[in-house]
């Protein structure tokens, strides 16, 4: 198992510029979640999804959108990048589980820097 | 109010030393809870789970209070490879499962 994928790894925008960044996870996972982290803060939760066709909005959705058209595929649209979107972008999954959930499963990350 | 809060640190420990940290939480309804570590420059990795009971894995341990709402994590005999920061986790039941991270706790042991 390849686990959670990000796509890119790394991008440079201008102010204005729109962007997808991809993720894709081969657990049959039907949880996924979209965090920011800023330099030396927490996570903060801009989307999650909890199967195909159903997204919700978290702490900080406005700038982004996201679409889960299928289990494995969940990208996050930026729409007229603002440099306070300047930041590291992790794509998680996870399975509720019958007994709880497992814990989320990250992938290496995006790093955006919007200039 | 943050959901999830934690002390950022750093906590700085000589190598073999004991160190513990604390989560808080307010949703009261809050359904799991975890501990992750994340190195620098790296994607958090969960660590482990946080049972009522408690549940111990090799040297760490971590508990759960649901009267006073928080969660602890307690390492024990420090290895300068423990340096991380440690992030607190809480699924939250809003008609999905939402998870929400504290800022994380900085721990740096030093030889």
């Known amino acids: 198992n390849a686990g959670v994928t990000q796509t890119p790894k790394f991008r440079i925008l201008k102010i204005g510029q729109s962007m997808t960044l991809q993720c894709t996870q081969d657990m049959n996972h039907n949880y996924m979640y979209w965090y920011r982290q800023d330099p030396g803060m927490g996570l903060k939760l801009i989307y999650y999804s909890v199967g195909a066709g159903i997204t919700d909005k978290g702490e900080v959705p406005n700038g982004y959108n996201v679409s889960r058209s299928t289990t494995e595929d969940f990208p996050l649209r930026l729409e007229l990048a603002a440099p306070s979107q300047t930041s590291v972008y992790f794509c998680?999954?996870?399975?509720?589980?019958?007994?709880?959930?497992?814990?989320?499963?990250f992938g290496p990350g995006t790093r955006l820097t919007v200039l | 109010r943050k959901e999830v809060e934690q002390d950022p640190g750093p906590f700085n420990v000589p190598e073999g030393a004991t160190v513990a940290f604390n989560c808080t939480y307010s949703n009261s309804a809050s359904q799991s809870f975890f501990w992750y570590r994340q190195d620098c420059r790296k994607e958090p990795k969960l660590l482990m789970s946080?049972?009522?009971s408690g549940n111990e894995d090799g040297r760490f341990t971590a508990q759960l209070n649901r009267a006073s709402q928080y969660i602890s994590l307690l390492i024990r005999d420090s290895k300068l490879s423990d340096s991380a920061t440690y992030l607190c986790?809480?699924?939250?039941?809003?008609?999905?499962?939402?998870?929400?991270f504290g800022a994380g706790t900085r721990l740096f042991v030093k030889a």
């Open positions: 946080v049972y009522s």
């Open positions: 998680a999954s996870s399975y509720p589980g019958t007994s709880g959930s497992i814990g989320s499963f």
């Open positions: 986790a809480v699924i939250q039941n809003t008609g999905g499962f939402k998870t929400i």
